[in-house]
């Protein structure tokens, strides 16, 4: 028996898992897996009316589940990034979910590439280091130097700016990786070739501009490629851009640090056919991990029927997956293929069936496919 914790949130987040939450069932209607669920009141709803985002009790009740099922944050009403930072990226860091999945299948006829290429890229983004730590700030030349990185920063600059002043203000990001948090990225990217049966992984930075993180980091990888008998290529980002365009299916397994990520994630979910496809895992491999569409709330079309539940129906197919169901997983996937190669879809990939139509179309192929 599975505990599942449930967060609809907001907008379509609602309708996509309620689709997503019948596909479950219907899958515990035909096999071994068996759940309950908790529903939890988390969005923008809870928060205009009581000011809570999220509690400690609620991080209590979460931390005992063994995934969370979650739809989509953010509301027209509330300003950008309250939501955002206090529910969705607090949850990643206090359940330490380290490593952002996100799939990338080529969902045809929806690729808009020119030639037909086959394609199912594991995208694993780290999600926690890297240049989105919050680690910035600004300072002014000399007035604010207590600080030795400030200092160092300042000297750096100057080099270029020579012609600097003393009231000059500069701004900074920092990028930083540890050598734990590398290893144990790596060590589930190696782990997850391994369980795809793949011999090579991609490894994606700017270790030629970003020497110091991203040298440690190929060093690291190096060393866990020989552990783990497996090849390593290392792609720099902006040729990581162009050749997922040309030659998406020479990928399998792509470990990426999170800015880089973020930007090849997005890159990836319009490859294989636009948002209402894309799911992605948060995962904490020994912890609780949480599984979502990557689409938003979409205030435009919320409470319409137009929202495509395709998305939210595979990160419920990655969470059974996760769960160590992997054989339901592929019943859900192969039951979305069938779907569409009828000519069963959403207005956004150009078809005339509702959110709901859409699920009892997956779910009759799950049941059909079982008889
Ligand atoms: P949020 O602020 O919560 O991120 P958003 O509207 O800014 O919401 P998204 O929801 O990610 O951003 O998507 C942008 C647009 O893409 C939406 O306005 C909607 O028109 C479309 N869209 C997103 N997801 C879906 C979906 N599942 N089905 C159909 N259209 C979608």
Known sequence: MKHLALIPGDGIGKEVTEVGMDIIDAISEISSFKYDAELFDIGSERYLRSGELITEEDFDDLGKKDAIYFGAIGDPRVRPGVLEKGILLNMRSRF???INLRPVTSWHPFVPLK?????DIC?????TEDFYMGAGGTFSNGKDATVNIKRRLYDLRVDIHTESSSDDVFAFELGMLSRKGVERFADHAFMTAVKRNEKKITLVDKANVCTSIYGMQREIFSGKAEEYGIELECMYVDAMAMAMVVRPHTFGTVAVPNLFGDILTDLGAQLQGGLGMGASGNINPTGVSMFEPIHGSAPDIAGQ???????????AKMMLDHLGHEDMGTMIQDAVRRCLDDGKYTADLGGKLTTR????????EILGAKR
């Open 96 to 98: 330490d979910q380290y």
């Open 357 to 364: 139509q859409m699920g009892a179309e997956i779910r009759k």
């Open 115 to 119: 030639k037909h290429f086959d394609f």
């Open 123 to 127: 995208f694993l983004r780290e999600n």
């Open 305 to 315: 029927g137009k929202a495509n539940p395709i998305a939210a129906v595979l990160a």
